[in-house]
Nanobody, 126 residues
Framework: QMRLEESGGGSVQAGGFLRLSCTVS????????MAWFRQTPGKERERVAT??????TMYADSVKGRFTISQDSAKKLWLQMNNLKPEDAAIYYC?????????????????????WGQGTQVTVSS
């Protein structure tokens, strides 16, 4: 079992930055694919970035070069978001697929992720 809780959302102007965090509790010893997703009303949940237990990362094309996913020694998940654009506005969720998932797959559908946080709102004004 794992519990996820996001924080760090807020409102910024375009070009600004935010740093989201996701506190991970429960099973922090097993291997998981950790991910950040985002969702806006009427749209499907979009994968933003993933990180696996060996530190391998993947990003959506729309955020490459601007967002950085990381996980610290306490298993806390981070998403550094720089040069934010109005189209980045969404509710951001952290998610975990596992245990015993050693590598993330770009093709894994959101519904296959096993654990989700409650989400944190990011608003970007132009």
């Amino acid at each position: 079992q794992m519990r996820l809780e996001e924080s760090g959302g807020g409102s910024v102007q375009a070009g600004g930055f935010l740093r989201l965090s996701c506190t991970v509790s429960g099973d922090t010893y097993s291997e998981y694919c950790m991910a950040w997703f985002r969702q806006t009303p009427g749209k499907e949940r979009e994968r933003v970035a993933t990180i696996d237990s060996s530190g391998g990362t993947m990003y959506a094309d729309s955020v490459k070069g601007r967002f950085t996913i990381s996980q610290d020694s306490a298993k806390k998940l981070w998403l550094q978001m720089n040069n934010l654009k109005p189209e980045d506005a969404a509710i951001y969720y952290c998610a975990a697929e596992g245990p015993k998932i050693y590598f993330c797959s770009r093709d894994t559908a959101p519904r296959l992720f096993d654990y989700w946080g409650q989400g944190t709102q990011v608003t970007v004004s132009s």
